[in-house]
Each structure stands twice: as C-alpha cells, then as structure tokens.
Antibody, heavy 121, light 107 residues
C-alpha cells in the first residue's frame, strides 16, 4: 500500500518561495509520476504538474511555467514542489498524488494529506 | 486547455434518493474521465476511473457512464456518508483539468 506524507503548513511573505515535500512509502517510487494539485480555499482542484522520478524532469502547467520546480530524490523516495514569487492568490492546500493503474499520474489513487501554504504580508 | 463543465454546482437530496451529476468536456476526451469524492478537510478520493470503472473498495451504489464529451456520475441510493463534493477530471490532454465540483447535501 502506497502512502504519501507531506510536510507541514507554511506561512510565507509575498515574493518569497515555498518548498513542499512528499515522502512516499510502499510501491515503486522511481517509475511512477508524482502529480501536484492545489486547491485554493473554497475552490476547486487545479493541476500544477508532475514529475516521473526516474526521468527527473517536471512537466508543468503553462500557468506555473517559470515559477514552479518539481524534483524527486530517488534515495529518500521524496518528491518536492517549489513555488517562487509567491502572491496572495497562491494561498491554497497543495496535494501530491500518485497513480496505481498508470505510471503517468493521470488516475490519482494515492494522495498526500495536503499542505496548507498561506501567503500573507 | 480542455474545459470541464460540471453540473449542478450543488444539490440537496434525501437519503435513499438517486443522485446524478453530469460533466461535459469542451472536446472529445474518449473515456479518459475520472470521478473523485472530497470530504471537508480531506484529500480527494478516487471513485471511478476511465468513465465507468469502479475503484476497488468503493460501494457499488456509485457508478459512472459516458464517453466523448458527455459523462454522468450516479449515486443510486444516497447515504448520509456520501455528503461531500464530487469532481470530474479529464486526462486525455495536458494539462489535466477538473470540473468545478458538485456539493451534495442531505435534504
């Protein structure tokens, strides 16, 4: 059984960066994409991108290009999502998720518990 | 980007009622459509994948159908524990996109 455990809540100033971690246990880490989805307060779900650890490069939503970096550490089975130039609209719960039926991370079976990132001056 | 139009945005029904939610894609997405349930303060949970496949362990009162641009999600007999928000999600094209959600409440 795959488990994804994320890092704790963060409060950040506008213009700064945040790095959220997602540690996986169980299953095969390297060959399955880790997908990142965010949810602003009271809003819907928004796909940010994904990374396949064995490949190592992220595939990002156009909206976040230039501001987001996704990485993965195959030694510690941990994925990271770093978002820079934070603004108040980035206040959201950030989730990592992983597939079971597909290695591409399109059918999201396993989810982390979510990390609340608050951007406030 | 493919737009996913989900309706209704909210509904209120009685325990035992049949509940239906629709999701329309802005272009043909074949069968590449998933449905998730999200309870307050929790991560989404996959219920249906590839339009009509029931995820392991999910009660059989949940079902999905459709292909192309029009999809339906059904709860055959609403239970109190089904109170949640439901989202559709397409994965035919990058970026993955979600419907706006349907909040289901008990009347």
């Amino acid at each position: 059984q795959v488990q994804l455990v994320q890092s704790g809540a963060e409060v950040k100033k506008p213009g700064s960066s945040v790095k959220v971690s997602c540690k996986a246990s169980g299953g095969t880490f390297s060959s399955h994409a880790i997908t990142w989805v965010r949810q602003a307060p009271g809003q819907g779900l928004e796909w940010m991108g994904r990374i396949i650890p064995v490949i190592g490069t992220g595939n990002y939503a156009q909206k976040f290009q230039g501001r987001v970096t996704m990485t993965a550490d195959k030694i510690t089975n941990t994925a990271y999502m770093e978002l820079s130039s934070l603004r108040s609209e980035d206040t959201a719960v950030y989730y990592c998720a992983r597939g079971l039926y597909d290695s591409s991370g399109f059918i999201l079976v396993y989810w982390g518990q979510g990390t609340l990132v608050t951007v406030s001056s | 980007d493919i737009q996913m139009t989900q309706s209704p945005s909210s509904l209120s029904a009685s325990v035992g009622d049949r509940v239906t939610i629709t999701c329309q894609a802005s272009q043909d997405i074949s069968k590449y459509l998933n449905w998730y349930q999200q309870k307050p303060g929790k991560a989404p949970k996959l219920l249906i994948y590839d339009a009509s496949n029931l995820e392991t362990g999910v009660p059989s009162r949940f079902s999905g159908s459709g292909s192309g641009t029009d999809f339906t999600f059904t709860i055959s007999s609403l239970q109190s524990e089904d109170i949640a928000t439901y989202f559709c999600q397409q994965y035919d094209n990058n970026p993955l996109t979600f419907g706006g959600g349907t909040k289901v409440e008990i009347k």
